[in-house]
T-cell receptor, first 114, second 109 residues
Framework: ETGVTQTPRHLVMGMTNKKSLKCEQH?????MYWYKQSAKKPLELMFVYNFKEQTENNSVPSRFSPECPNSSHLFLHLHTLQPEDSALYLC?????????????FGSGTRLTVV | GQNIDQPTEMTATEGAIVQINCTYQTSGFNGLFWYQQHAGEAPTFLSY??LDGLEEKGRFSSFLSRSKGYSYLLLKELQMKDSASYLC??????????WGAGTKLIIKP
């Protein structure tokens, strides 16, 4: 267990489906992140929540919609995705955004869009 | 633009030593991280360097030269379990983490 739990581990969805990814941490961290990891590419930061407030949205298409109901939980709602959205989606947390602390990552959700 | 460069793939022999290099061009510098990621698993923290020099932690060491925009991760006494991807990341002046694409390390018996 890494301290950050993501579900589901694997997800196959059609382009017209709606699904959600879930991330949970009980490390007492106040910042949570969504990253997209594609093969042989750097991690792409998608969204940042610091103390439950969204602080970053790195030009992510609106078909990805984040939600942070409390500092322990983070969701990524997906709808009308494209095949190029197939990737590993990683959740991470840290003590707070902008502080020099390492990130704790979840094991990710492997998403395949068909 | 901001950029992190590291080799795509390296191969080494069990019991040997391997050095994984990372060069960076970023707007400012507030520290450099190395993470290890086994296939299908979460990236896990290995090291953090903010000052020049070598930081040793067991079989793993990380070196930083800020003037050269350069770091390396040194793995000694390689074990089969060290087969993984190694990610270099730099914190810029805005405390944004800039990531490299990772180096896949293959260990052969």
């Amino acid at each position: 267990e890494t301290g950050v739990t993501q579900t589901p581990r694997h997800l196959v969805m059609g382009m017209t489906n709606k699904k959600s990814l879930k991330c949970e941490q009980h490390l007492g961290h106040n910042a949570m992140y969504w990253y997209k990891q594609s093969a042989k590419k750097p991690l792409e930061l998608m969204f940042v929540y610091n103390f439950k407030e969204q602080t970053e949205n790195n030009s992510v298409p609106s078909r990805f919609s984040p939600e942070c109901p409390n500092s322990s939980h983070l969701f990524l709602h997906l709808h009308t995705l494209q095949p190029e959205d197939s990737a590993l989606y990683l959740c991470a947390s840290s003590q707070a955004y902008g502080e020099q602390s390492g990130y704790t990552f979840g094991s990710g959700t492997r998403l395949t869009v068909v | 633009g901001q950029n992190i460069d590291q080799p795509t793939e390296m191969t080494a022999t069990e019991g040997a030593i391997v050095q994984i290099n990372c060069t960076y061009q970023t707007s400012g510098f507030n520290g450099l991280f190395w993470y290890q990621q086994h296939a299908g698993e979460a990236p896990t923290f290995l090291s953090y360097n903010v000052l020049d020099g070598l930081e040793e932690k067991g079989r793993f060491s990380s070196f930083l030269s800020r003037s050269k925009g350069y770091s390396y991760l040194l793995l000694k006494e390689l074990q089969m379990k060290d087969s993984a991807s190694y990610l270099c990341a730099v914190t810029d002046s805005n405390y944004q983490l800039i990531w490299g694409a990772g180096t896949k390390l293959i260990i052969k018996p």
